[in-house]
């Protein structure tokens, strides 16, 4: 167990929805990253967020948004859902002080657009 | 072009033996970071090593070391008395710029079977 958490697991949804992933970073983790994983685009990183402001962007659509709160758990929010979509969506937490590389990720969130 | 490159879709090593996963990479800047990730088939995504590009030894994590070439742009992972358990993806990334505040790449992955 990482002890990074990622709610909900799965998630079944049509096209144009929108749809709320959540991630809660281990204890003390100051930075929360976002990744997609799909057949067609592969690993993709997403965006990064420490300590509530926005630190580095990927490759990100615009209808995709995020925040990370004062307790430090973040959401990414995806609109106008389309089939392309579909993946598997992880965060992971980092900012250990002497190992501040090392990233902790959760179980992901498989996300199905129908 | 590529910023990440892993040439083998596909590997196969006998237990206990060491394999090595080959990756290169494509930056024109002097500070980044090199990664390697685990994805076993369960799905989950496991941090293995780290190499930053201003270390002059090579990364060591248990089992695990990466073998860094700076002048040819490789950052091949080894992995030693392989166990069965060592069967999953393996995925480089690097992220330009240091460790943070800009963005990962990744690989396309190394399926690596461990062989009883």
């Known amino acids: 167990d990482s002890g990074v958490t990622q709610t909900p697991k799965h998630l079944i949804t049509a096209t144009g929805q929108r749809v709320t992933l959540r991630c809660s970073p281990r204890?003390?983790?100051?930075?929360v990253y976002w990744y997609q994983q799909s057949l067609d685009q592969g690993l993709q990183f997403l965006i990064q967020?420490?300590?509530?402001?926005?630190?580095a962007k990927g490759n990100i659509l615009e209808r995709f948004s995020a925040q990370q709160f004062p307790d430090l758990h973040s959401e990414l929010n995806l609109s106008s859902l389309e089939l392309g979509d579909s993946a598997l969506y992880f965060c992971?937490?980092?900012?250990?002080?002497?190992?501040?590389?090392?990233?902790?990720f959760g179980p992901g969130t498989r996300l199905t657009v129908t | 072009a590529q910023k990440i490159t892993q040439t083998q879709p596909g590997m196969f090593v006998q237990e206990k033996e060491a394999v090595t996963l080959d990756c290169t990479y494509d930056?024109?800047?002097?500070?980044?970071?090199l990664f390697w990730y685990k994805q076993p088939s369960s799905g989950e995504m496991i941090f293995l090593i780290y190499?930053?590009?201003?270390?002059?030894q090579n990364a060591t994590e248990g089992r695990y070391s990466l073998n860094f070439q700076k002048a040819r742009k490789s950052a091949n992972l080894v992995i030693s008395a392989s166990q069965l358990g060592d069967s999953a993806m393996y995925f480089c990334?690097?992220?330009?710029?240091?460790?943070?505040?800009?963005?990962?790449?990744f690989g396309t992955g190394t399926s690596l079977t461990v062989i009883p």
């Open positions: 992971a937490s980092s900012a250990r002080r002497d190992r501040d590389y090392e990233q902790y």
């Open positions: 204890s003390g983790d100051l930075s």
């Open positions: 967020y420490y300590n509530g402001e926005e630190r």
């Open positions: 930056t024109s800047d002097q500070s980044y970071g």
């Open positions: 190499q930053g590009s201003y270390d002059e």
């Open positions: 990334a690097m992220r330009e710029g240091y460790w943070t505040g800009n963005q990962f790449y």
